[in-house]
């Protein structure tokens, strides 16, 4: 059976089917049951589980525009590279990796000529977030098929791969990649994804 996440209203991800689950210090702490809850609220003293915390400190999982966000494209002589902002994590590897294609502050900010194809594409498939797609010759990527796994990233979001269903009633998910990094410290302005608000919260888990 496949992975399903369900964002609960004002409470934490209810998980169903998970095979795969690993913290950012490389511990496998993959579920035994078939139904478990991730703390999304960032207050859990059990994190990766929630432990109830949400109620007391009143999480509130609300969002201001519930759209997936528009996916602009940028085409270049060998690569079209797709780039939807509202499901970036701003983890900032590919204004780091390839600052001659990602370039902050200029417009417009994606260059896809700017390198080469082969170092272009290593950093769209690093992405964490899915923010980013492209197509070369007319032919969309799919990412390799992966299992459904969660990772539990160092201070930061969950990254979800394998085509995990986002079952979420509170806004439209369709469109949404293969991959996606999910909101774990609370603070994100786009819940359920990561929008980096983990950075400015100093969002700490020293467990995972
Ligand atoms: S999540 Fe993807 S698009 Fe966003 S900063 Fe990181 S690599 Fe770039
Ligand atoms: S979502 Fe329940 S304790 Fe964080």
Request: with cysteine; proline share 5%.
């Amino acid at each position: 059976m496949s992975t399903v996440i369900e964002p609960k209203i004002n409470g934490p991800y209810l998980v169903r089917n998970l095979k795969s689950l690993k913290n950012s210090k490389g511990a496998d702490i993959s579920p035994e049951k078939d139904v478990v809850f991730l703390c999304r609220c960032g207050k859990s003293n059990n994190k990766p589980y929630c432990d109830g915390t949400h109620k007391k400190v009143e999480f509130s999982s609300a969002v201001d525009n519930p759209k997936i966000g528009n996916w602009n494209d940028y085409a270049g002589k060998k690569i079209t590279i797709f780039d939807n902002r509202r499901l970036c994590a701003h983890a900032g590897h590919c204004t780091e990796r390839l600052a001659s294609v990602w370039r902050m502050g200029e417009t417009p900010w994606i260059d896809p000529d700017g390198a080469d194809l082969e170092d272009i594409i290593a950093v769209i498939d690093k992405c964490p977030s899915g923010a980013l797609r492209y197509s070369v010759d007319g032919k969309r990527n799919v990412e390799e098929e992966q299992a459904d796994h969660i990772y539990i990233s160092e201070n930061g979001p969950y990254h979800v791969t394998g085509a995990v269903t986002l079952d979420d009633s509170s806004r439209n998910t369709d469109g949404i990649p293969e991959k996606y990094a999910l909101c774990r410290c609370g603070e994100s302005k786009n819940k359920p994804f990561c929008d980096g608000s983990h950075w400015d919260a100093k969002f700490i888990d020293e467990d995972n």
